[in-house]
């Protein structure tokens, strides 16, 4: 017996019939002894259906509105979970983020949590209820209703499991757990009994979309044991863990990629002080993220410049880029828009010399041309070609054996 936290996402909850099939799952767990607290997403669909109504209404929706709009689609699913769950007996409530005291900061539509109460919560577990609450929301101290964020209802869930001090937190999604890269690319990719925060926060962040980046933070400092698994069928999952307790001690642990690169080089930057800051200034206080960054050793004075931004910036970013090169006296501005990011995530790399020259290797036999390289301490990351991708995936995959358990 034990204090649960289950999240089921937009396609765990997207009709009627899911609801109730999510119902019989919690009932089947409160049955057997647990505690269970849900956490719901809204209805797939149904908060992208919100955002494009806002943007009929205005070009640039004022945040706080947007949150009041968005904040419904969760606030539908919690009491039709509820009302299915009534239905097979067993005693259940719902509360929006306001209700439970889940307090945010006021950065509408991109809240952090700042606090929760869980008073309310034991109060309803210990009376022998299911306790149901509307993922994706908060409330600022002025009692404005908050959004955390696009796939926010996996941070809440995380957040509420530490709060509540639960002894998982189960993310139910449409994948059967995280695979060692999207089995679409490669159907060899294989699920991973276990990985660690710090892999899966690299996995997120390069592109991997099973969880929320924050949620993942969130999970590593708070000391949440984190499960990701299918709500359409039985299994373990992976679990999310600690490296020292990682169940598996591979070289890589996956494979991410990222189709929205975009790459805007400048050439012929003049070779002084302050060149990167009137670059990449101007790109940042336009709010466009800047991913990778190479500059160049300097030749005859002059320098080039390339980074990547998301293809949804290239046009302003290149805006920018060309009149910074003029007020520089820059010689050329040129964007590529058909690049990808293929990036190979682990800790093994900590302890192995060689993984680096082994992947580029990979690069060298298919023939494809890297443009780019970045690396972290537990990751390697390489912008080619778009039309390589695929064949960069699988021949990654195969080279690190990654389709093998290395616990077998
Ligand atoms: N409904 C929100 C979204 O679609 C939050 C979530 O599902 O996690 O992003
Ligand atoms: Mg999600």
Redesign the pocket.
Known sequence: MGLFVYKF??TSVGTVERIQAVAEKVKAAHESGDQIVVVV??MSG???RLTDLAKEMQKTPVAREMDVL?ST??QVTMSLLCMALTNLGCSAQSYTGGQVRIVTDSSHTKARIKRIDDKKIHADLSAGKVVVVA??QGMDEEGSITTLG?????TTAVALAAALKADECHIYTDVDGVYTTDPRVEPNARRLESITFEEMLEMASLGSKIL?IRSVEFAGKYNVALRVLSSFSEGRGTLITYEESAVEQALISGIAFNRDEAKLTITGVPDIPGAAFKILGPIADANIEIDMIIQNVADDATTDFTFTVHRNDLESAKAILTATSESLGAKSVTTDEKTVKVSIVGVGMRSHAGIASKMFEVFADENINIQMISTSEIKISVVIDEKYLELAVRALHAAFELDKDPAT
């Open positions: 996402g937009g997403s809204a149904e908060t992208n968005l689609g969760e993922g994706f696009r796939g926010g209802s996996d929320q």
